[in-house]
């Protein structure tokens, strides 16, 4: 499959492929036929670059002559799949939100009357019909005219179940548009929805959003503290009594206004009678303070994936919940605010011990990033499981990053373990200006180095 335009450009920024003026050369046909040709073979651009500037003309030349023929899937035109993916990951988030207002699968947000009342939302059903197509040009059977279907299908990667032209497609076979255990779009939805421009629709910022709102009303010498205070106790209490002292106790402070309680009364839902046990109590995770849950009769595990990745042999507080009294954070953000947040902690805790001198601040300026030391070391926690996903989404900004001496991208360990080339393959996507300013680390590696260093050469 011949690169885009897009492609060779950006093999050309990042010095790949050699630059001399403004247009492409004849060199620069024989570069971008070696790059694909070796990125097929499985060789990083950073050594394919390293290569390439020892190859003369005639050795290039000689190079890709001899380049054995694959058998490539036919791919429909690459402008196609991208619009289809940005639809299929916006209609997933509009069904989302509407799921979340109380609507029926296949009923979307502005369906009021009994006329539309089944009605999808629109991007679905356009995605729904670019599928279909995909499907007879393939000569297979579309098999997700059913919204139902096709939402159950979006559970697991695009390889199992999507078109030909998708499902051997590089660039989509692995993606997996809604998280299969919390029942929310995923990081690589939210990522397809922000490409396509629709930022008021993802699931993170509509949770940020909504706390931004409610803390528009209070003086703004007050919102930063406020932040912090609110978005610390959600990380620490994925479930919470709401009879318990930590309940009371944040609810009586007088940092919050009546449209803070209003939200926090949104992200916390009450617990579900199957997170119950036979005498109606709740067990609740040592480690995190998550509810602890056994399905088809299997033991305990903690709701949160990133715990059971850290912990996998759970412990239970020595007090349980009364299930009338518990209130456990919705699913989207124990996906994206609680499972991240454990790393985040983490982080805080053992900075704020190891540099006793300086002002360690956890989620500071409303966010500016996830953990700071003073103006020096910034922090921002990822917690993506496809690494290539990550540098696109760092790729389009870092943030209030940017505005720390040192930005540094400390991914969740429960990504890098056991998996080496993670790191790698991160770096070597991202944009050559930002490779070279941003440290992309390690939890680990980042407290190992500060306990030995003081400080990330």
Not at 118 to 134: D, E, G, T
Not at 159 to 180: C, S, T
Not at 356 to 372: F, R, S, T
Not at 403 to 413: G, I, K
């Amino acid at each position: 499959m011949p690169p885009t335009e897009r492609v060779l450009r950006k093999w050309r920024q990042e010095e790949v492929i050699s630059r001399t003026g403004r247009r492409f050369t004849g060199r620069n046909v024989l570069e971008a036929v070696y790059t694909a040709w070796q990125r097929r073979e499985g060789a990083t651009l950073i050594a394919i670059a390293s290569q390439l500037q020892t190859l003369e003309l005639p050795q290039l030349h000689t190079q890709v002559a001899s380049a054995t023929e694959a058998t490539t899937p036919a791919y429909a035109d690459d402008r196609r799949l991208t619009q289809l993916m940005t639809l299929l990951a916006h209609g997933v988030l509009k069904q989302f939100q509407a799921v979340q207002a109380g609507r029926a699968v296949g009923v979307g947000l502005g369906d009021t009357t009994a006329a539309t009342e089944a009605v999808i939302p629109l991007p679905l059903r356009q995605a729904q019909a670019q599928l279909a197509r995909l499907a007879f040009e393939g000569g297979q059977v579309d098999e997700c005219a059913s919204v139902h279907e096709l939402l159950w299908r979006c559970t697991k990667p695009l390889n199992e179940w999507a078109p030909l032209a998708l499902a051997q497609h590089p660039h989509y076979a692995d993606v997996v548009l809604i998280d299969a255990e919390y029942r929310v779009p995923s990081p690589a939805c939210e990522d397809f929805g922000e490409e396509g421009g629709h930022l008021a629709d993802l699931v993170e910022n509509q949770i940020y959003r909504g706390l931004r709102q409610a803390l528009d009303q209070l003086d703004e010498s007050e919102r930063d503290v406020t932040y912090t205070l609110v978005r610390r106790f959600v990380a620490e209490h994925p479930m919470v009594s709401r009879t318990g002292q930590a309940w009371r106790k944040l609810w009586a402070s007088p940092r919050l206004n009546p449209a803070v309680r209003e939200w926090l009364r949104f992200v916390y839902e009450p617990a579900h009678a199957a997170l119950a046990n036979r005498q109606g109590l709740v067990a609740q995770c040592a480690h995190c303070h998550a509810p602890l849950v056994s399905q088809d009769r299997k033991p305990l595990s903690c709701v949160l994936s990133a715990c059971r990745a850290t912990h996998p042999h759970p412990a239970a507080t020595g007090e349980p919940l009364a299930l009338a009294d518990a209130l456990v954070a919705r699913p989207e953000v124990l996906r994206y605010w609680c499972n991240p947040s454990l790393d985040e902690l983490r982080l805080f805790r053992e900075l704020t011990a190891l540099f006793p001198e300086e002002e360690v601040q956890l989620y500071p300026y409303q966010d500016l990033c996830d953990v700071a030391v003073g103006t020096r070391l910034g922090f921002d926690v990822k917690d993506y499981t496809d690494p290539v996903l990550l540098a696109r989404k760092l790729n389009r900004g870092v943030g209030g990053l940017r505005l720390y001496d040192t930005m540094v991208v400390a991914v969740a360990e429960r990504q890098v373990v056991n998996r080496p080339q993670y790191l790698p393959q991160v770096r070597e996507h991202l944009q050559t200006a930002l490779r070279r300013s941003l440290r992309v680390l390690s939890v680990d590696d980042i407290l190992e180095t500060l306990r030995h260093d003081g400080q990330l050469s």
